[in-house]
């Protein structure tokens, strides 16, 4: 497969694409911040990054429901291997995703009083916002994965839905060495975003794996 058959793929993977549910949650996503920067309120730091937290997990919520599609057991068929599929499926997500956070941050930034926008820690947000998308992905990829392998049709979102909230409420409860959810002003920040750094790995590892095409043991009657 060359690169030409994937930019091919773009047009018809965007048409194909389920945006309600992520535009839906995007659009809560953004409500959060665009309400507190629209007022006079002071908001701390501390504040603002709780803000983007809720933010990025909504985003995350809805971006797991974008591997959806409705034609996935007939086009299980066609030669284009599943690994092209879903790298255009990836090229017509993230730039929307991306695109998405952008505005999220720039409405923070810009509706921060006295200059804290300037001080918050942009990166290390960033890195959540990633690995939780990147979890809810992963968890829908897997999920599509074993339902095409059973033949069977299942939505990916589905499964992804409450497994990032599980996450993100035992992110909440984990000890001190563990923690992933911490305050910018905390000693643990650097090495909570080492951890959320691997988890982000972790998920795109997972991702890869569930877009390979899964190989059959071949029976022959010497077994």
């Known amino acids: 497969m060359s690169a030409r058959v994937l930019v ?18 995007a ?3 953004l409500a959060i911040v665009v309400v507190p920067a629209a007022t006079t309120t002071m ?3 501390e504040d603002l990054v709780a803000l983007l937290r809720v ?21 299980a068929t066609m030669p284009t291997p599943r690994p092209v599929r879903h790298a255009a499926r990836a090229g017509v997500i993230l730039p929307a995703v991306a695109v998405w ?23 290390g947000v960033t ?3 990633a690995a939780l998308g990147a979890v809810a992905l992963m968890v829908a990829a897997v999920r599509l994965r074993g339902s095409r392998a059973a033949g069977v049709r299942a939505d990916g979102g589905v499964a992804a839905f409450p497994a990032l909230l599980v996450l993100v409420m035992a ?16 000693p643990e920040w650097t090495g909570a975003h080492g951890r959320w750094v691997v988890l982000l ?10 877009s390979v095409e899964p190989t059959r043991p071949l029976r022959t009657p010497f077994r």
């Not at 992110?171 to 905390?186: E, H, I, K, N, Q």
């Open 201 to 210: 790995a972790v998920a795109l590892a997972g991702s890869f794996w569930a």
């Open 43 to 45: 908001l701390t730091a």
């Open 27 to 29: 659009g809560v996503g």
């Open 55 to 75: 933010a990025a997990v909504c985003g995350a919520l809805g971006a797991g429901f974008l591997l959806d599609d409705p034609a996935a057991r007939s086009t």
């Open 101 to 123: 956070w952008a505005l999220v941050l720039g409405v923070t930034v810009a509706g921060a009083e006295e200059g804290i926008g300037a001080t918050l820690p942009i990166g």
């Open 127 to 129: 890195a959540e916002a």
């Open 8 to 25: 091919l793929l773009l047009a018809p993977t965007v048409r194909a694409t389920r945006w309600g549910a992520f535009l839906a949650a």
């Open 171 to 186: 992110a909440t409860v984990l000890p001190r060495g563990l923690a992933l959810f911490v305050s910018p002003d905390s």
